[in-house]
């Protein structure tokens, strides 16, 4: 079941569901960094709101409740993650703590991870070129692009995209449509 978001419509300037883009389901109270990948239908309890927005140990996907394994580490102050969806969880609420950040910030986020490899792939392109001007490296091209990486993954989370099923989905559709025999399997991880 998806969750079934409350929708204000006061249109008041300032308004934290208007202006904001805030995100509340009406059916499980889930909110914002307490979302499950799916809705359960009935509202969270206490206990779950905590194992999901504390240890992101918990959610519901495909009908049912699942337990994420708690992240591991060879060092006591680091938590190492196998998947970058549960490395963002943790970091953002880390890095964020109880600020909620909204739809807009992170696509203005993810527009300007964009920008920033652009520039550094035109400075590149400028040296191939033979044209003066300041240069770059592929080495720094490759951070900007994990970083448009992790953002895009930001804004699937922030909308409980599956980012992995929606880049294999499209992937195949696109092909499909040009009559290509490349397709990508269902189970892509990053």
Known sequence: ????????????????????????CIACKGFE??????????????????EIYNTGTLDFIDG????????????????EFSNLRDANIARQREWTQ??????T????????EVGEACNIAKKIERERLGMRGSRDTVKHLAEELAD????????????????????????????????LKTKLKEDLCF
């Not at 979302?35 to 009935?42: E, I, M, S």
């Not at 109880?98 to 739809?103: K, Q, R």
């Open 1 to 24: 079941m998806k969750h079934l978001y409350f929708k204000c419509n006061c249109h008041k300037s300032g308004c934290m569901w208007c202006d904001g883009g805030l995100a509340l």
């Open 33 to 50: 960094g307490t979302l499950t990948t799916d809705c359960p239908g009935v509202k969270l309890t206490k206990e779950q709101e905590l």
């Open 64 to 79: 049912q409740w699942v337990r994420k394994p708690t992240p591991h580490s060879g060092h006591p102050d680091q938590h």
């Open 98 to 103: 109880n600020t909620i950040l909204s739809l």
């Open 105 to 112: 910030y992170r696509t203005n986020e993810l527009a300007g």
């Open 148 to 179: 448009v990486i992790i953002c895009a993954d930001l804004v699937a989370m922030h909308e409980g995209i599956d980012l992995i099923k929606a880049v294999a989905e499209k992937f195949n559709k696109t092909s499909e449509e040009n009559g």
